[in-house]
């Protein structure tokens, strides 16, 4: 009971010490980058950034990220995002369903173009379940790396400042040793948190049909794989690499 009582003052002196301003910085400034980038994509994704203080924060995390998780301590082995899936299961003939138009991570370009490749699995009857094994599809981690943002909270009918929200359930993950972001939409459940570190080929979620579009009766259940420079933000064609990614059967 002493214990408790301890534990109680010791919080209520810390709450008092974070009304002082430079504390309350301090508390924040012991976020994690990982937590801290997921902040900013939620605060672009619901336009709540205007777009210079966006670009500046790009700016930021282009040199935050490498010092946080240096790309020495990490491997660049390319794994394929769906198991038991492959090259010939991307939409489009060699990859032709990347369209980047003139997308922009931040911003109105948001909406342009499909700056991604589909990849889409045997779901006949869009129950989410593969028809091969009964089984939901299991998403695997491209690369190692560190998940940087993870939204499971997608419901039909949901959206955020008039927009539905068209990913569904997405994952973030940050790959240090390729300096590129890959970003999985249309999940289902989730087994990673924001921070985590995974490996290549982990298995982070399983494949869903969340999202405004891929919820709809016509959309055959697909993973949406897009991929962002660290650089810049701007997306690269993920064909080649699913190329070079080895297959999970
Ligand atoms: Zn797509």
Same mark, same amino acid.
């Given at each position: ?112 173009? /499909? @700056? $991604?490749?589909?990849? %889409?699995? &045997?779901?006949?009857?869009? *129950?989410?379940?593969?028809?091969? =094994? !009964? #089984?939901? +599809? ?36 940050? /790959? @240090? $040793?390729?300096?590129? %972001?890959? &970003?999985?939409?249309?999940? *289902?459940?989730?087994?990673?948190? =924001? !921070? #985590?570190? +995974? ?51």
């Amino acid at each position: 009971m002493e214990g408790l009582a301890r534990v109680l003052l010791s919080l209520l002196f810390l709450k008092t010490l974070l009304t002082i301003p430079a504390l309350r910085a301090f508390a924040s400034e012991a976020e994690t980058p990982a937590k801290r980038w997921e902040e900013f994509e939620r605060a672009v994704r619901d336009e709540r950034l205007p777009l210079e203080e966006a670009r500046r924060q790009i700016e930021a995390f282009r040199a935050l990220l490498p010092a946080a998780y240096p790309l020495r301590e990490f491997d660049g082995t390319l794994v394929f995002p769906l198991k038991g899936y492959g090259l010939r299961h991307v939409g489009g003939k060699r990859g032709e369903g990347y369209r980047p138009s003139r997308y922009e991570f931040v911003g109105p370009r948001r909406r342009v173009g /499909h @700056p $991604a490749q589909d990849i %889409f699995v &045997y779901d006949g009857n869009q *129950d989410g379940l593969d028809d091969r =094994t !009964g #089984e939901p +599809v299991a998403v695997l981690a491209f690369a190692e790396g560190v998940v940087v943002s993870a939204f499971a909270a997608w419901a039909p009918g949901l959206s955020v400042n008039g927009n539905g929200l068209r990913g569904g359930n997405y994952l973030w993950i940050y /790959h @240090p $040793a390729l300096r590129l %972001f890959s &970003y999985s939409a249309h999940l *289902d459940r989730l087994h990673v948190t =924001t !921070g #985590e570190r +995974v490996a290549g080929g982990q298995a982070v979620a399983t494949l869903g049909r969340s999202g405004t579009n891929a919820y709809a009766e016509r959309s055959p259940t697909h993973l949406h794989f897009m991929l962002l420079r660290l650089e810049d933000m701007r997306p690269v064609n993920p064909y080649p690499l699913l190329q070079a990614a080895r297959e999970i059967r």
